[in-house]
């Protein structure tokens, strides 16, 4: 039986990967703290190590996991962002999750659109202090509106169509545009020019950092609508502060943010926040904050369960290798 350190566990990660791991003969040593270099000596007399998306896997982690003789880390997410993949190479096999469960993220995203326009957050506290009023309620409709996507991978082709539903108009850009997805493709700038929603669906890389910034926010449409359910550092957070600040940007929903390492996945209800950008963002009316949750749904925590333990088996197996990442 190989044993595999698992880093920053929730309850909620427990019953599926363990099932998982019993039928393929691995077991899980489940540890609450998040992989870094004060931590990585928990992995010790292990076989490999699971990691999410806050953990830090950087050149001193992959070292000092190298030494002890540890040669697979298996993330249980699909970005992979914060492994250090040139360090890793000839010390280490990187695997992911591709593609867990797109409709949950997608579903996540129009249910923060929604919830947002339609002032449903809003309604659920006023409603239970037993206030009726209607005043400040008016939302708008979703059908006829453009929404632009940025990236049509899974989880964007999924939020597509369940725009196409609501019978919206829709723009999309992606560095690789689907030859198989009847959408038009645009620049850009005429996306964010022209949507009256902007949703971002696309891996965080060098060239899609800060995506959202101060220069790209001045080309949205007055009162554009932004979501977010990708990876928090696509959007500048002070930018998206000034965009909403000055009324360019009407409205923001958000499941990451780029600073949210230290604070997503954690209770912090009793303490003073440090980080005044979001805590900025949480107190603004038009802000709708969820942490990093979208993936979070029984189908897609037993998708990636089972796809993070089929990773493994091959690996220790030496079977046919997939999702494997490595530089580019």
Request: hydrophobic share 40%; glycine share 6%; net charge negative.
């Amino acid at each position: 039986m190989k044993t595999i350190a698992f880093f920053d566990t929730k309850p909620y990660d427990k019953e599926q990967f363990i099932k998982f791991g019993d039928a393929a003969n691995i077991k899980f040593k489940f540890l609450e703290a998040k992989l870094c270099a004060d931590s990585v000596e928990l992995a010790k007399g292990c076989d490999g190590v699971c990691a999410f998306v806050n953990d830090t896997v950087d050149a001193s982690v992959i070292d000092s996991l190298f030494s002890m003789n540890i040669r697979v880390l298996a993330m249980r997410c699909a970005g992979y962002n914060n492994v250090d993949l040139a360090h890793a190479g000839g010390k280490l096999q990187v695997f992911h999750v591709p593609a867990y469960s797109p409709h949950a993220v997608a579903e996540h995203a129009m249910a923060m659109l929604l919830t947002s326009i339609r002032r449903i957050h809003k309604a659920y506290i006023r409603t239970r202090d037993f206030n009726f009023s209607l005043n400040g309620m008016t939302g708008f409709e979703l059908h006829g509106k453009t929404v632009g996507v940025i990236g049509t991978g899974r989880i964007g082709k999924a939020f597509i169509d369940i725009c196409r539903g609501f019978g919206m108009k829709i723009l999309a850009y992606d560095k690789y545009p689907s030859s198989d997805l009847d959408v038009e493709y645009v620049s850009l700038e005429r996306l964010f020019r022209e949507s009256d929603i902007v949703s971002f669906h696309c891996p965080l890389t060098p060239e899609s950092y800060h995506m959202l910034n101060s220069q790209t926010v001045d080309m949205l449409k007055t009162g554009a609508v932004i979501i977010n359910t990708s990876r928090g550092a696509l959007i500048d957070a002070e930018a998206l502060l000034d965009g909403i600040r000055s009324r360019k940007i009407g409205a923001t929903c958000l499941d990451v943010y780029e600073e949210e390492s230290e604070i997503f996945f954690e209770d912090f209800s009793g303490h003073i926040p440090s980080d005044e950008t979001l805590a900025t963002l949480l107190f603004m009316p038009n802000v709708i904050v969820t942490s990093h949750q979208a993936f979070l749904t029984k189908e897609a925590l037993a998708s990636i369960a089972k796809t993070t333990v089929d990773n493994l088996s091959r690996f220790f197996d030496n079977q046919p290798l997939q999702n494997e990442v490595t530089l580019k």
